[in-house]
């Protein structure tokens, strides 16, 4: 499944408003520099394109899709957590999949606020604050 996904490419499309249109074209699964460990997946149907492949390829294309997003959405790989007000979670948003549960807005209140950081931002000011923390 992994030699049949790392293949293709799905193109990822956000449109932040009538004037502009974002594209960006990416593996929906990246390794890492030794292509043997998985650096990166991006898994999100809502914003993949119609596949660009020879016919041949659309149903092992998405057989292999489908058995890859049956095993993550699996219940053996699933961490679930109900935030309580003033909770925060923090994640890197390339290493950890991640998503949200539906719920009864008439019996549940829920407001996300997310925001996004650089990684070597978050890392400098990281080190910065341990430094701090063992010279104290």
């Known amino acids: 499944m992994l030699d049949c996904m790392r293949e293709f490419v799905c193109v990822l499309s956000a449109v932040f408003c009538s004037q502009y249109t974002y594209t960006q074209q ?11 460990e998985v650096a990166e997946v991006h898994l999100n149907n809502r914003n993949m394109s119609p596949l660009q492949l020879p016919p041949n390829m659309i149903m092992p294309f998405y057989a292999a899709y489908k058995s ?16 309580q007000p003033g909770e925060l979670v923090i994640f890197n ?32 000011k990281y080190r910065s604050v341990l430094r701090a923390s063992r010279s104290s």
């Open 26 to 36: 990416v593996p929906i699964i990246c390794l890492g520099k030794n292509e043997e």
């Open 68 to 83: 890859f997003y049956d095993c993550v959405r699996s219940d053996d790989f699933r961490y679930t957590h109900q935030l």
């Open 93 to 124: 948003n390339r290493r950890v999949m991640h998503g949200r549960t539906a719920y009864d807005p008439s019996a549940l209140e829920r407001r996300l606020q997310g925001c996004y950081s650089d990684l070597d931002e978050f890392l400098s």
